[in-house]
């Protein structure tokens, strides 16, 4: 067996991101397509705190097998003025009653599905060039109005 060194994981960040309803694209050759506008937030962590800024997207694909595929694009801003771009692209797992109830904006226990990304960074601001060289992953959950993050760095 190859000895290598397990991964630990420390907080980078919670974020609370706020949006609008999904817009729907509808059913394309690779499932149902849709998108929500990502409208503001904020996140906060022990390194790093500021807001979510309007603009960015959530691009979501409902695969035939039910399971959510998404890649979002959008920017924080800190607290000393730091723009961060992120991308982030994940799934959602549920059972179809679950993933129903998620689409319909229903608050759910997020232990009732799965939703993990993999946040990457872009800065050209000093005080974090730092996560440019971030691996990082999350786990979320989806809320009426948005999504909940928590984005832990990989050591």
Not at 39 to 47: A, E, I, K, L
Not at 60 to 78: A, F, H, K, N, W
Not at 117 to 131: C, D, K, Q
Request: charged fraction near 25%.
């Amino acid at each position: 067996m190859i000895n290598l060194p397990k991964p630990n994981f420390r907080l980078l960040y919670e974020c609370s991101l706020e949006a609008e309803k999904p817009r729907m694209i509808g059913e394309t050759p690779h499932g149902i397509r849709r998108v929500i506008q990502i409208t503001g937030g904020w996140f906060d962590g022990p390194n790093m705190s500021g807001k979510v800024l309007s603009g960015g997207s959530d691009w979501q694909l409902i695969r035939p097998d039910g399971v959510v595929s998404l890649e979002s694009r959008y920017m924080l801003q800190t607290g000393d003025g730091g723009l961060i771009f992120v991308h982030n692209r994940g799934v959602r797992v549920a059972d179809s009653e679950v993933g129903a109830m998620l689409d319909r904006g229903e608050d759910v226990d997020p232990s009732r599905y799965r939703f993990r990304t993999t946040p990457t960074f872009e800065t050209g601001a000093e005080n974090y060039l730092w996560l440019n060289n971030v691996v990082a992953v999350a786990t979320a959950a989806r809320r009426p109005r948005g999504a909940e993050i928590a984005v832990f760095e990989v050591l």
